[in-house]
């Protein structure tokens, strides 16, 4: 746009305008267009031309374009998609009403007219506010009179440019919708929206999405972090001098309550490279001061033997600021602050090696012991001697504990050396039965309810408490190698969509082999069976939507009858027949099947 002054605008004309004297604006919101809609509309306007005018305004001084081409003389401010159809449909002129406008009122119209579109994305409309607060110094509560939207409405919209390129590119190729662009945009750095971005078009192994609020506990978690329970001061503005006072910083939740309406509490920061920085400042300062006073500091390897995990107290000290180490219902600072401070006693800072952020103030039993007398808190000191001599006792009797723990697991240990090096050493002997029990129940014992079940009825068992069952059974077999040998088989039945191939089933595919069943033979019986079954039941269906004839009534009982009434009974004998064949041993089941074919034809139809 090139006109800054405010013309009069005598009036708009209406006229046909020849194509090549219109140029396109270049602040239209409208990037984008589905080239599929635009070719029907060309061949629309090519059939029955344009039916509703564009807007222009005319254009002043020199303009550039190809050396055989016209000037431009209008600049277009509504109708982008009209005239690139009329290009393609190769139209000379298209009707259009000419406006004296201003830039600020040509891009008030455009950004306007942008939202009455039903295909507008929420990044073209944003970026159309941007232009309009940017080119006529309007504020988000004045551009949300102007387009009649709320304040909230207009400071989401922009909120979506803050996206980094590549979140852009997923919004626009919908890989994300705008509720989803928006959290990754509340992300004040590039790399986290980009990690951000990854989770929430990243399939997990079933190939589903995360849902929306599932992405909102993620960004909550992994990307702000609560003021409320920072170890430093969120009014110091010196601590970080670029960051300045976590109370006045925009990143707070607090700071844009419309933005972060989903969000619990004012005081969360949004920024977790900023929050830590200011958590590394703060150890810093608290770390240089304690020296300059002279303060202990203990940390790295020394701190971890005193402090294994994150739950355990801090071994031969007591932290002043945690009501646990206290004999009383205050912290130990509350209690013994003032006589720490009378006879110049500095505590010791022990850094926490679970996170290095944490500074605990700490002092020797001793050391509290004296301050306690020394504040005449009889009470207070009676109760932590008391609670010492208590502590004395807990730390022999774990000691006595920890040292049976260590001799109940080392006999075991040394109990499986010698057993391995007996069976090394020959001669080598097969699994005894009473081991193939045990094998066989471990196994058995890992099957719910449900997988019990069904083993059960594959081995006659009955349906009522399947577990027990499998456990007399195993236990009272002659056979318990072939009942292990079952197991590891069963075990591995079931389809593992999520894994390739046979992959899925390795304990089932080994004992298929080991007894030499082809299981490529079996896959085909089986998918023949299923389409003769489902070729039987469309038949039955058809026969079953098919009326009886006129002056037919229900069929008698005749022999007939009663053998297709009977027919049902003897497939299920034949599916008890099969079942009972899985057991039979290879040899026997090999000669079984030969024979099968025979059998099955001397079966009543």
């Not at 405010?6 to 004297?21: E, H």
């Not at 306007?112 to 232009?131: H, K, P, S």
């Not at 994150?310 to 206290?326: C, M, P, Q, V």
């Not at 723990?405 to 699994?431: F, M, N």
């Amino acid at each position: 746009m090139t006109q800054d002054t405010t013309p009069q605008d005598t009036g708009a004309q209406m006229r046909m305008v020849p194509v090549a004297l219109i140029q396109e604006s270049p602040s239209n919101p409208r990037k984008h267009f589905d080239q599929v809609k635009l070719g029907e509309l060309a061949e629309s306007i090519q059939a029955s031309g344009v039916h509703q005018p564009i807007l222009l305004r005319p254009l002043h001084g020199t303009h550039d374009a190809p050396d055989d081409a016209p000037v431009p003389v209008y600049e277009l401010v509504v109708g982008a998609r009209r005239l690139r159809a009329c290009k393609i449909a190769q139209v000379t002129d298209v009707p259009a009403m000419i406006r004296k406008l201003t830039d600020q009122q040509a891009l008030e119209i455009q950004v306007i007219e942008n939202l009455q579109r039903e295909d507008v994305t929420e990044l073209e409309e944003a970026e159309g506010y941007e232009m309009l607060i940017g080119t006529s110094g309007l504020t988000v509560e004045q551009v949300a009179a102007k387009i009649g939207k709320s304040r909230s409405y207009v400071y989401t919209r922009l909120k979506i440019l803050d996206l980094c390129q590549q979140a852009r590119m997923a919004l626009r190729e919908g890989l994300i919708d705008f509720s989803r662009g928006l959290l990754v945009a509340r992300i004040p750095d590039e790399v986290l929206q980009i990690k951000a971005l990854t989770y929430c078009t990243q399939p997990d192994y079933n190939g589903d999405l995360p849902g929306y609020r599932d992405f909102v506990r993620h960004v909550q978690f992994n990307y702000m972090l609560n003021l409320g329970a920072a170890r430093f001061k969120t009014t110091d503005a010196t601590l970080l001098p670029a960051a300045g006072s976590c109370q006045k910083c925009p990143k707070r939740t607090g700071a844009n309550p419309d933005l972060f309406k989903d969000v619990d509490g004012p005081d969360m920061c949004t920024d977790p490279k900023c929050y830590r920085a200011k958590q590394d400042a703060h150890v810093t300062a608290v770390k240089r001061t304690a020296l300059e006073r002279g303060q202990r500091i203990i940390e790295g390897n020394e701190a971890k033997a005193l402090m294994p995990h994150t739950w355990s107290e801090i071994k031969g000290y007591l932290r002043l600021d945690n009501k646990a180490d206290s004999p009383g219902d205050k912290p130990l600072r509350k209690l013994i602050g003032k006589a720490m401070e009378q006879q110049g006693i500095q505590p010791t800072l022990v850094i926490n090696p679970h996170d290095g952020n944490d500074l605990v103030a700490v002092l020797s039993c001793a050391e509290v012991e004296q301050l306690l007398k020394a504040t005449n808190n009889q009470a207070a000191a009676a109760k932590f001697e008391e609670q010492t001599k208590l502590d004395a006792e807990h730390v022999k009797q774990q000691a006595d504990v920890d040292a049976q723990r260590v001799y109940e697991e080392q006999w075991r240990w040394d109990v499986l050396v010698a057993t391995w090096d007996r069976i090394k050493s020959g001669p080598h002997k097969a699994p005894a039965d009473s081991v193939l029990r045990h094998i066989a129940s471990g196994i058995a014992s890992s099957l719910n309810q449900d997988r019990a079940k069904k083993l059960c009825q594959l081995l006659d068992l009955g349906k009522a408490d399947p577990q027990d069952k499998l456990r007399q059974h195993i236990a009272s077999t002659d056979t318990p190698g072939d009942m292990m040998q079952l197991l590891v088989a069963f075990r591995d039945v079931e389809y593992r969509h999520w894994l390739p191939g046979l992959d899925a089933n390795p304990g089932l595919t080994l004992m298929a082999e080991t007894f030499g069943i082809d299981m490529e033979t079996v896959q085909a019986q089986t998918r023949a069976k299923q389409r003769a079954a489902a070729k039987a039941q469309k038949a039955q269906s058809k026969a079953a939507q098919t009326p009886p004839a006129r002056g037919q009534g229900k069929p008698r009982d005749t022999a007939a009858g009663q053998t297709r009434k009977t027919a049902p009974k003897t497939a299920k004998e034949l599916s008890g027949g099969a079942k009972r064949l899985a057991q039979i041993p290879a040899e026997a089941s090999a000669d079984f099947s030969a024979d099968l074919p025979q059998t099955l034809d001397k079966v009543p139809a």
